[in-house]
Each structure stands twice: as C-alpha cells, then as structure tokens.
C-alpha cells in the first residue's frame, strides 16, 4: 500500500547540535510537502519539494528530495530553543490523498 | 489579510451532546480540509471539501459526523452524540488551489468530552 515512514518518532539533542528528520516512501511520490507544528500550535507550511534530487535551503533549514522520489530530509544545522516542535512531511503520492507522516517531535536540551 | 480562524478554540462537551466546530478560511481560499489530532498523536485527514461539495470525506468515520461547506458562512463540522473518544483538537486548513497544494491551517479547536 501507499504509505510513509517518518523517522525518527523523537529526537533530544543539546543546543547547537544538528537535526535530521526522514521520510521514505515504498513508492515514487509526485512531490513532498514539510511542515512544523509548535507545542500546542497549529502545523505550519515550510515547503515543497517537486524535482528528483531537489535540494532548498531555508536559513538554516536544508529540504531534500531523493533522486528516486521516493525519501525525503530536513536537516537543521545549529538547533536553537526556537526550532522545538514536531516536525510532519506530506506526501504526494499522486492520488491526493492527504496522509501526514508520523512526525518527528524535536526537543532541545539548552 | 486574516488568517484562517477557528471558533470555538475550546469546546466542552458531555457524552451525548452535540459539537459544531466553525472554520472561516482565508479570504479568496475556497478548499478546506479538516484533520484530527488525538494528544501526542499526528495528524489525521478526515475531509475535504470546496463551496457546496464534499470532494473526500474517506477519513471521515461514517456515523455521527459531517462536515459542510455552503456557498455563504464557514465550514462546519458535526458531531452527534459525542463520545469521550472523540476529545482531540480538530485542525481545518484552507487552500487556494484544488488537490496538493499548500495549506494554511487554523489555530484548531480542542474538543474535550467528559
């Protein structure tokens, strides 16, 4: 079935120390949309990836999407307090069917 | 320009009662999407749904609830004789465009049913 993996389901690291969030695809997706949620907030859009091999950097946010279409990344570079929350890619399989990953919920150890 | 808003923010509810949850999309915005968050739990699609027209509602459990969308007033969602497992924070998102697009969600509606 079409489904998405979202890694890891936590992850605590100390300020200053990198992040990686994965999602991977037993299928070719069309594209793949990111999006943060803060503690007790609302998801909030941060981008979308459409090319094989995509890559967009926001500041200190860097946005992958596989050559194959079929795996994802955010990496942060640098964690501060303000990147705390959960971390949910949408993917696009092609049918419209709107199916969040399973987030990745940052905590920062200050 | 406002963002897409969402009234209640709280609701309280007995076992029973019914839940009417209101969301206004963003002006020029005619797609809406309502999805449930269970505590410390992801987001679940339940509907989409565009002025008139329910497009998808295949996350949508087929007894108590219902959603609409007409041509004038917000969006609403419906629930009939709630059950305590229906307590989550119902999140609905606007889009000005059909299918996969980006979506801007409200600041949601916590549902708590005693």
């Known amino acids: 079935g079409q489904q998405v993996m979202q890694i890891p389901q936590y992850q605590h690291v100390q300020e200053g120390e990198d992040f990686t969030t994965y999602c991977n695809s037993s299928?070719?997706?069309?594209?793949i949309q990111w999006y943060k949620q803060r503690p007790g907030g609302h998801p909030v859009f941060l981008i979308q990836?459409?090319?094989?091999?995509e890559v967009k950097k926001q500041k200190r946010l860097t946005f992958q999407f596989g050559e194959a279409k079929k795996n994802s990344s955010l990496h942060i570079t640098a964690t501060q307090t303000t990147d705390v929350g959960t971390y949910f890619c949408?993917?696009?399989?092609?049918?419209?069917?709107?199916?969040f990953g399973t987030g990745t919920r940052l905590t920062i150890i200050p | 320009n406002a963002g897409v808003m969402q009234n209640p923010r709280h609701l309280v509810r007995r076992r029973g009662q019914e839940a009417r949850l209101r969301c206004s999309p963003m002006?020029?915005?005619?797609?809406v999407y309502w999805y449930r968050q269970l505590p410390e739990e992801g987001l679940k699609f339940m509907v989409y749904?565009?002025?008139?027209?329910?497009?998808?509602e295949s996350g949508m459990p087929k007894e108590r609830f219902s959603a609409e969308f007409p041509k004038e007033g917000p969006s609403i969602l419906r629930i009939q004789q709630v059950v305590r497992g229906d307590s989550a924070a119902y999140f609905c998102?606007?889009?000005?465009?059909?299918?996969?697009?980006?979506?801007?969600f409200g600041p949601g509606t916590r549902l708590t049913v005693l």
């Open positions: 299928t070719t997706l069309s594209n």
């Open positions: 949408l993917p696009n399989f092609g049918n419209e069917k709107l199916t």
């Open positions: 749904l565009q002025k008139e027209n329910i497009i998808d």
């Open positions: 990836l459409v090319k094989s091999g």
């Open positions: 998102a606007s889009s000005p465009l059909p299918g996969y697009n980006e979506q801007f």
């Open positions: 002006k020029g915005h005619s797609h």
